[in-house]
């Protein structure tokens, strides 16, 4: 997962040698700051990936990133963010995983539709530059049309990384990236060309709001939703703090509320108050009306 992103810095700093003791301190701030946590053998991969971070903030070793990553004031909250931007992966795409967003329009929101007076509220925890909750916000529009209603959806789209969250914020994307996951139809339908690429529109935009928000937070913040998306993020954290997650967003749904995790992840056992439900070649999780 993590060989995916950006490569290192400019001349020279590659040849930086990075100890065994500077990466367990790269490694405790990456799971005590962020959750993700690296096995002992990336210590290749995250020199590669932090090296161009030394020249950037004029540093003259990996013990001085070390150090500065321990460090308490604020005045290293730049190096820091900057180091969880460079290990973390922004992977995302259009409908990514259709067969979710098949499910969400054409039995989720209607059935919340009809349940729920007032504001329909979703959240896509971790959503990188923004394609999945444009997608749901996309899947919400259709799912209005469909039943000839005009619900009020709010989507709040989360990540750590301020620096992605600009581009989610901007909703101008390259035609390369609406390749990915987006059909000719939909382009047409929903985007605009603009010099910098496609410019997404309005009644799209307008259901979505971003935050800057850590995962390990608490989630009383964001308040209560009637969706939670959570997916491809779970795999970089250890098993405890997935459990924690998953039943703190448990808590933060309300009775009869769902939650999607990626295709591949599962539920921990641990995690009461949601049952499985089976959809056409896809599962995801409902919050039971009442348990105990
Ligand atoms: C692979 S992307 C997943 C994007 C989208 N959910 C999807 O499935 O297409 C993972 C995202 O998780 C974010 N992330 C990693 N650790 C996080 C944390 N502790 N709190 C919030 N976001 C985090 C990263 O910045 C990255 O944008």
Avoid at 245 to 265: A, D, H, K
């Amino acid at each position: 997962m993590l060989s995916e992103k950006r490569g290192a810095g400019g001349k020279g700093v590659q040849n930086k040698e990075m100890e065994a003791n500077e990466y367990k301190m790269i490694q405790s701030f990456l799971s005590q700051s962020c959750g993700i946590v690296l096995g002992d053998s990336k210590q290749y991969l995250v020199k590669n990936r932090l090296a161009g971070l030394l020249q950037t903030f004029d540093l003259a070793s990996f013990a001085e990133l070390a150090v500065a990553l321990q460090a308490k004031s604020a005045a290293y909250t730049k190096i820091k963010n900057a180091v969880v931007d460079a290990m973390t992966t922004n992977e995302t795409f259009w409908f990514r995983d259709d067969m979710q967003f098949s499910e969400l329009k054409d039995r989720v929101f209607p059935e919340i539709f009809e349940k729920k007076l007032g504001t329909i509220k979703v959240w896509s925890a971790a959503c990188s530059s923004g394609q999945e909750p444009y997608t749901i916000s996309m899947c919400a529009e259709d799912a209005n049309k469909k039943m000839g209603q005009t619900r009020n959806v709010q989507i709040i789209g989360t990540d750590i990384s301020e620096t992605i969250l600009l581009e989610a914020k901007d909703a101008v994307y390259t035609e390369m990236a609406l390749a990915r996951g987006l059909d000719s139809e939909t382009k047409k339908r929903f985007f605009q060309k603009t010099h910098g690429g496609y410019k997404l529109n309005n009644e799209i935009t307008r259901k979505v709001r971003f935050q800057q928000f850590n995962l390990l937070k608490p989630f009383s913040v964001l308040g209560r939703f009637d969706i939670i998306f959570c997916r491809n993020v779970l795999i970089y954290f250890s098993d405890e703090v997935k459990r924690d997650i998953l039943s703190r967003m448990e808590s933060s749904l309300e009775p009869g509320g769902y939650i999607f995790l990626s295709s591949t992840e599962s539920m921990p056992v641990s995690v009461k108050g949601l049952e499985a439900v089976r959809g056409r070649r896809v599962h995801y999780f409902k919050k039971r009306l009442c348990h105990r």
